[in-house]
């Protein structure tokens, strides 16, 4: 590698042109038809740098002759560092020997390089090039050594990067209800405006407002694929919609919900970037409120599982069947016909819950929610919901530490033949995120002693537990779609 030259450390502001600079190889010249001949023979003593041209015109004028450039290690005319076979190729074709300059600057080397080359040497030895991409923006979590040089880390990073527009730097605190970063911009436009694409969705939204974690795409996609078109589907803490939207364009009837009500104007944007109609409502409630309501909601509106009925063949008169979105979905299924026989009563298939650190807390929601349906629901283990709940558990035994504060919020008992705990992802060095997934149990979902948690009960500074308090705006203006 080209060292990059040496720069005073510790320099506040990018000064591209201290990277300027020459060094000098050996080269060959040799008539321009013998370059292939050559590179051949040569292999690996021939420089073999990124971004440098190890053959260039020859510097006698000569058109027909070209220099080869080799390897930095080998500076003098005896070749030394030379494999035999170089030496034996240039003494037996009789080839001169030269000195060539080759100039180099700034755009030669990496973001890596150029830090570690520029920031004090103490703090080197972890260059802080990593960063998260979420569409033009690079995030970056710095450690508090490096803030006095981030100005100059995030423009390096910046240029090093040409898909990216701007560079921000989380600071420590998070948003302890809506769960997203606060951040500075380091480099760039201030714009945190971003657009994604995720699981054959597009999604905009406010970076510095609302959350958004590209690493959940896996656990976004393995819920998605265990939903059936035909499932109805809950999404109560939803974000900007990475659950929803998917789900709606397979086919299920989603209603989904954020407390946030940035996450929830940009669900709206999201439904109409997707283009998607009417399988999609959307909220703006706490969480605990939201579950009875859009329960009550879905009832309201008289939904059925969809029967797929044969539509018609693609004709001049007949209707032709909808066709999928994208590639990989799913057709979605034909709309109810008269035709379709009655059902029983019909409720959610499925409740999304990702607040990771409260979410649990929310399940009390549950507690006789279906109180009074005993004969709608005379099928309960077929009939009443699946819940998927995220957790963190610190805890070397996580299915039971994570089932029992389910057990104790919910007052009941789970079916331990429905229960799956799924490892998400690694969040520190001692907690993990899960998702518990069970079948909300017949004794709680009919219990008589509804005990919902009031809201003057609940504690938004516990981190074991407690609903967040709703913030003002949500709780003066609690709005659907
Ligand atoms: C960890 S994020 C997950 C968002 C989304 N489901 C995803 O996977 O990206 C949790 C979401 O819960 C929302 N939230 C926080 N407290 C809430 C509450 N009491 N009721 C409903 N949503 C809430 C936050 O605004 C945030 O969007």
Redesign the pocket.
């Known amino acids: 590698m080209i060292p990059p030259p040496a720069i005073q450390r510790g320099l506040l502001t990018l000064d591209r042109s201290l990277f300027k600079t020459s060094v000098s190889a050996m080269a060959l010249r040799i008539p321009a038809s013998m370059t292939m001949e050559c590179k051949k023979a040569l292999g690996t003593d021939m420089l073999l740098e990124p971004k440098i041209r190890n053959v260039i015109d020859s510097d006698d004028g000569e058109k027909s002759k070209r220099l080869v450039l080799l390897n930095l290690d080998i500076q003098t005319e005896d070749l030394e560092g030379a494999s035999e076979k170089t030496k034996e190729f240039i003494k037996e074709k009789g080839i001169d020997l030269t000195k060539a300059e080759i100039s180099v600057g700034y755009d030669h080397w990496t973001a890596d390089e150029i830090l570690r080359a520029i920031l004090p040497e103490e703090i080197i030895d972890e260059a802080p090039s990593s960063f998260t991409t979420v569409g033009h923006i690079a995030h970056m979590n710095l450690k508090d050594e490096y803030l006095p040089f981030k100005g100059l880390i995030g423009q390096v990073i910046l240029d090093k990067n040409p898909n990216l527009k701007t560079v921000v730097n989380k600071t420590d605190s998070i948003?302890t209800?809506?769960?997203?970063f606060k951040m500075e911009v380091l480099a760039g436009e201030d714009n945190m405006i971003a657009e994604v694409r995720e699981s054959g969705c597009r999604f905009k939204f406010d970076f510095s407002q609302?959350?958004?974690?590209s690493r959940?795409h896996t656990?976004?996609d393995r819920l998605v694929k265990m939903f059936k078109p035909t499932d109805a589907v809950c999404?109560?803490?939803?974000?900007?919609?990475?659950?929803?939207m998917p789900a709606s364009k397979k086919g299920c009837m989603v209603y989904a919900?954020?407390?946030?009500p940035t996450?929830y104007k940009y669900m709206l944007e999201n439904k109409g970037l997707n283009k998607i109609k009417d399988n999609l409502h959307i909220y703006n409630?706490?969480?605990?409120?939201?579950i009875r309501k859009a329960v009550e909601d879905l009832e309201k509106s008289g939904y059925q599982t969809p029967v797929a009925v044969p539509t018609a063949p693609k004709g001049k008169k007949g209707a032709a069947a909808p066709k999928p979105e994208t590639p990989d979905a799913p057709a979605p299924v034909a709309p109810v016909t008269p035709t379709a026989p009655a059902h029983k009563f019909k409720t959610f298939d499925h409740f999304?819950m990702?607040?990771?650190?409260?979410?649990i807390e929310?399940l009390d929601a549950f507690r006789g929610l279906f109180k009074g349906r005993e004969e709608q629901i005379p099928e309960p283990k077929v009939q009443l919901p699946m819940i998927h709940c995220?957790c963190f558990s610190k805890s070397d035994k996580p299915e039971d530490d994570v089932r029992e504060r389910v057990e104790a919020v919910m007052g009941g008992k789970l079916e331990l033949d429905s229960v799956k705990l799924h490892w998400v992802r690694k969040v520190a060095p001692n907690k993990d995120m899960y998702c518990i997934s069970f079948r909300l149990p017949a004794e709680i979902a009919f219990a008589s002693d509804v005990k919902r948690k009031l809201e003057s009960e609940t504690d938004a500074s516990s981190t074991a537990g407690g609903?967040?308090e709703?913030t003002e705006s949500?709780e003066k203006r609690p709005k659907t779609e």
């Open positions: 948003d209800t809506f769960r997203f609302v959350y958004w974690n959940l656990e976004h999404d109560v803490m939803a974000g900007v919609g990475p659950f929803a919900n954020d407390l946030n996450s409630l706490d969480g605990r409120d939201f999304v990702n607040l990771p650190a409260t979410a929310f995220h609903a967040p709703p949500a």
